[in-house]
Structures are given as C-alpha cells and as structure tokens.
C-alpha cells in the first residue's frame, strides 16, 4: 500500500494496533474459552486522521525519510514542517481531534499500579482496559484521562519551553517485581537530554492496608554527562542500580543543519554505559568501549566479587545482558534501505562482522580507589553467550532484576537480524538460553573481549542436539511459519522457573501468501501455546479469526491484575466524522464559510 501511494515507510511507523487473546473461565472445572479482541489505540494522531477524510498520508515523517542519506536537506524540512502545520491546524476551529500528544503508543505494554499502559518514545504512556483493549487516555505519571480517581498532583515534563519534551517516556519502563515501582527515562532533544522519573506503587498498597515500606518517587531528575540527542530505546534496570546507554546513534533534528539525517550512526564513536544507585542518577559513572547499537536489555542485575580488590574487600559489579548490534543496518533495513558506507574508515579495532548476539556486560562499580577514575570505571567482561543471531528477549517477570537462569528470545536461521528486516521480521525460531550456565562458564575461560563468544554453534547444530542438557534450546518453526516475540507465562505453584509456557503469535505464509506475496484475504493467525521446559511440545494451538501483523512486543496479563485495574469514568471511543465542518455549526458566517475552504484548500495541498 505504501508503495502504491509513493510514500516512505518504516517497521517503526503506524499507529499503535493490540492484538488479544482473553482466556474466559466457562461453566465447570477447567473450562477456559480464548476470546480474540484486536483495537486500534485511539490516539489524538489516529483520532485526528480518521476525522480528516483528504489526509492521504501520516501526519508524522516516516523513519525511512528520517533516516534516509538520500533525503536532502529541503525534503526532511518540508516532512517536519508538515507535521507542524497539521497538529497546529488540528487546534484551530472545523477540527474534530486537536493533537494533544504525538505519540503513535505502537511499541510495547505493560502492566503497574492498576493500569495497563501502552508505550511509545514520543510521549506519555497511554492507559488501556483489559480485556477489551479500549483506550482509556493519557498517563501523565499521576492519572490518566478517564479516570475517577484523583491524582497525586505531580506529573512527567518539566514545564518550560521544552517542557513539552520532557514528558517523553521510553517504550521499555521497568516494573520491580519486588517494589512494584515503576523505573523509565524521558530521552529529548535539549539539554541535559535524558531525565530520570520512579513511580511507586499506590494503588495495592492502599487496598491491602498493610504497613508498606516506602518508596521513594522521582520525577524529571537530569541525568549528567550525555553530550547529545540520542535514539535511545531501552535502558538497565537491577534491583539496586540504573543503566543508561548513550550509544554512537543520534536522533536529532539538528542533524539537517549539518546536512546528516535526523537519524545517524557514528561507527568510529564510542559506546557509554552510565550506571548509578537507583535514587541518585547525579552519582553516574560511565564505562566507555566499541561502538555498538543495542535496541532492547535482557536483564540486568548486581552481585559481588569476593575477595577481588588488594583492599580484601569484595568488589560491587552490575551485570547486564542485552540484544548487541554490531552496527546500526538494522534501523535502515526495516525501511528497505540499504545501510550507508562510513565516510571515513573505521579502525581496525572497531571493525566487527554485522551480527546481533545475546551479550553480556559486567561493569566494576569498587575498584582500588589508588587508580584514576578512568581506570576504575572498568568493563570486565563483554563477551557473546552464543553465536546465533537473538533479539526480542523475555523473561520469568518475577526474576527480573535479578540473576535469572533463563532468557526467551526470537532468532532467525541461515541470516542476520538486519537481513531479516523488510518491514517484517521473518522469525523462524525460538530460542531459550540458560544463561547462568553460559555465564559462568565464560568467567571461568572468556572468550575474546567485545568479539567473542561462548558457544560458537550455529542454529541448525543446536536444533539437531538430543542433549537434554544443553545450555540453548530451540524450537524450530515448520516451514514456512514465521512466529513473533514470546512471553513467558509461568505455571501456578511450579517447580522451577522454567516451568510454564511460552506464547507467541504464528502465520503460516506457505498456505496464505499469493503469487505477489500478499496474504490472501481470509488469512488467519494462530496463537502458539509452547512448553518452556523442553521447547518442544506445542501444549495448545489457539485458531484465530483473522490474521495478526508482524509486530513489536507484547505482554501477558493475570486475572489478578485484569481485576485488579482502577475504575474508569470514560474511554475513547470513534468519532462521526463531519464532512465539511457546518454540521457542528449554527453561525454559518461569510467568515466562517471562507475559513472551511481555505482550511480544505489547505489539507488537500499538505494531504
């Protein structure tokens, strides 16, 4: 469709879509009924469109033109100056939506405090209903839209100029299973660029009416030392410290004075990790090494050295596994654009083969304080578990922050992630990694700093394996069945922490794909239930009645947490879209008459 119109188009863009199964308890023991919901999320930029019948194309520039080389200096204005005359017009009266908030909330969803929150870098979270995937309204950090219940008056976004910026929220937050705080970053285009915010958690806590700890709330606190505007999509969170990644790829818009794309990648930069105390982001200290690109953390968590420092003291390290690429292909490729060549010549010791692993970090927060600062702030190991190819990491919610046995992850075979992405990730495999096992056995011999890795197996040599031991388990799609990222979902009152199920949306593209390779009109999804201990056996197959996009992340709900969500006044709902804007009008002037059509002159010129 995109092609058809003559527009850019990138895996990043659309508007926010969710894609439900609800399992319903029947009548008798054991019955459980999957119900299919699917919603768009009823964003002022979705709302605004829909009510806008001459808009052909987004509001908002796509990635691809975003991060185009090719995209010149007066097509990158005009896209941004477009989207600013728009969301301005949408004030201005004939509107049925004003833009509000940019947000598309297209990236991820969570669960804290009573709300479901669907997220997206360009704005606040915005609040969902379970099961039936409504939209609520906007979270500012104190309530959402819709909402009967009184806020805590203090919210995301400094005020000011820029204050508007300052409420951005990263699509990957944190929930501490233990503290039910809610941990995120707000990444922006001034400075100091990233600001700090911890929600504690207030609803469970006054329903349950015990004697809580309490926590401490952050809000818009600068974090130091971060030089530019930065693309940064996920961070690490443990259960005592915060990882910030500011990562050689800039989004700045300017980047066109320059004459660079909004979106660049410097592969002769350095990539540096902050790591602070949960409460104190001005205690920062920063770890530099290879230029890289990392999109999504796996887990991050504290332990200590024993016996390490010539103090005899034990030495504080923070571990973090994280999706590591070794360039930034993987943002050009989802726009089906090949990836600039470096104008200048990378290094030789910064030259790696394009690949993304699941790796590991350990940053050394206690050195002997007799060395430099610059010495103490010591990387000690930053090495790969395995070889293959692993993105889209998941986790047991309840060990996260903590040194966890197991990551979940998507992989592809015979390619890389980068080549897998054309505006869909084609995954053939899903992959379970004991990590602690891994781990240690790379402390015990590690491999070669930055480029190396434990298990050197490729994914048809682990699928082959019959060793029910083996540290990397993979459950290969049949042929022509591509799945999406998994979740885990743990089994009532399990036996260890793998003992549960992993689900994840598949399509079978050899069945339902024409002779252009469009799916064909009936084709339908299903939903893969798969057991987590041996990733072989499929426990459950959920036939859906219509087909479900290649997408982005996704979570799994409790019946505790559907119950337990804060009561809602209202929520968004689709408007009836007025043609020509008099309906809505008894005054229809001379004045008011001129304004519609040189408002419609107007849309159709920026249509």
């Not at 049925?96 to 979270?125: M, W, Y």
């Not at 602070?276 to 920062?284: A, D, K, L, N």
């Not at 298990?455 to 799945?483: C, H, L, T």
């Not at 426990?539 to 290649?550: E, T």
Request: hydrophobic share 40%; proline share 7%; aromatic share 10%.
């Amino acid at each position: 469709m995109n092609e058809t119109q003559g527009r850019d188009a990138h895996w990043f863009d659309g508007d926010g879509m969710l894609s439900g199964v609800a399992f319903r308890r029947t009548h008798g023991p054991g019955k459980i009924q999957p119900e299919f919901v699917n919603q768009y999320i009823l964003t002022d930029l979705f709302l605004s469109s829909v009510t806008s019948p001459a808009l052909k194309t987004p509001i908002l520039p796509s990635i691809t033109t975003l991060v185009n080389p090719l995209s010149g200096l007066i097509t990158l204005t005009l896209r941004i100056l477009r989207a600013l005359v728009l969301v301005a017009l949408s004030h201005l009266s004939g509107s049925q939506q004003p833009i509000k908030k940019i947000s598309v909330a297209n990236t991820a969803v969570l669960f804290h405090d009573g709300r479901a929150l669907a997220t997206c870098e360009s704005g606040v979270p915005m609040r969902i209903s379970l099961p039936g995937l409504e939209t609520v309204g906007w979270f500012d950090g104190a309530k959402s839209e819709g909402e009967s219940e009184a806020g805590t008056g203090t919210h995301f976004g400094n005020g000011g100029f820029f204050g508007w910026m300052t409420e951005w929220t990263t699509a990957h937050p944190r929930v501490d299973p233990r503290s039910s705080e809610l941990i995120l970053y707000h990444n922006t285009f001034a400075p100091p660029y990233v600001h700090y915010s911890i929600l504690p958690p207030t609803l469970s806590h006054e329903k349950s009416g015990n004697a809580v700890q309490k926590y401490h709330s952050v809000l818009n606190r600068p974090v130091p030392g971060i030089q530019s505007a930065k693309m940064m999509h996920d961070f690490g969170v443990s259960s005592a410290h915060t990882i910030i990644m500011d990562l050689p790829l800039s989004l700045d818009p300017l980047n066109i004075l320059k004459r660079k794309p909004v979106v660049s990648y410097d592969p002769n930069s350095k990539s540096r990790f902050g790591v602070f105390p949960r409460y104190q982001p001005e205690q920062i200290k920063w770890f530099e090494t290879n230029p890289c690109c990392i999109f999504h953390t796996a887990n991050s968590w504290d332990s200590c050295i024993p016996n390490k420092t010539p103090e005899g003291r034990e030495t504080l390290v923070v571990n973090m596994l994280v999706c590591r690429l070794t360039s930034a292909a993987l943002v050009f490729n989802a726009g089906d654009l090949a990836a600039p060549i470096p104008i200048s010549d990378v290094p030789a010791d910064k030259k790696e083969e394009e690949q993304c692993r699941l790796y590991f970090y350990q940053f050394c927060l206690s050195s002997p304080l007799h060395l430099e600062e610059n010495k103490r702030n010591k990387i000690i190991h930053q090495w790969a578990l395995s070889k293959i190819p692993f993105e889209f990491p998941s986790l047991r919610d309840s060990v996260s922050m903590s040194a966890a046995k197991y990551i979940y992850g998507c992989s592809v075979s015979g390619t890389t992630f980068g080549a897998a992405l054309g505006r869909a990730v084609k995954i053939n495999s899903l992959v379970k990694i004991n990590v602690e096992r891994l781990i240690q056995k790379g402390i015990r011999n590690p491999p070669t700093p930055i480029t190396g890795y434990v298990d050197g197996r490729n994914i048809a040599e682990i699928a082959a394996s019959n060793d029910p031991q083996d540290p990397i388990k993979v459950f290969m799609m049949p042929e022509g069945w591509y799945a999406q990222e998994s979740r885990f979902v743990p089994r009532n009152n399990g036996s260890s922490e793998d003992d549960g199920w992993i689900l994840s949306y598949v399509f079978d593209e050899s069945s339902q794909l024409d002779s252009y390779g469009e799916c064909i009109a009936n084709a339908k999804s299903e939903l893969w239930i798969i057991d987590a201990k041996n990733m072989k056996d499929v426990a459950a197959r959920v036939y859906l009645p219509q087909r479900v996009p290649y997408g982005l992340h996704g979570s799994w709900f409790s019946e505790e947490q559907v119950r337990s969500q804060r009561p809602v006044n209202s929520i968004r709902s689709l408007p009836v879209v007025v043609l020509d804007g008099l309906e809505t009008r008894i005054d229809k002037s001379l004045i008011w008459r001129w304004w519609m059509k040189a408002r419609a002159w107007l849309e159709r010129r920026l249509a």
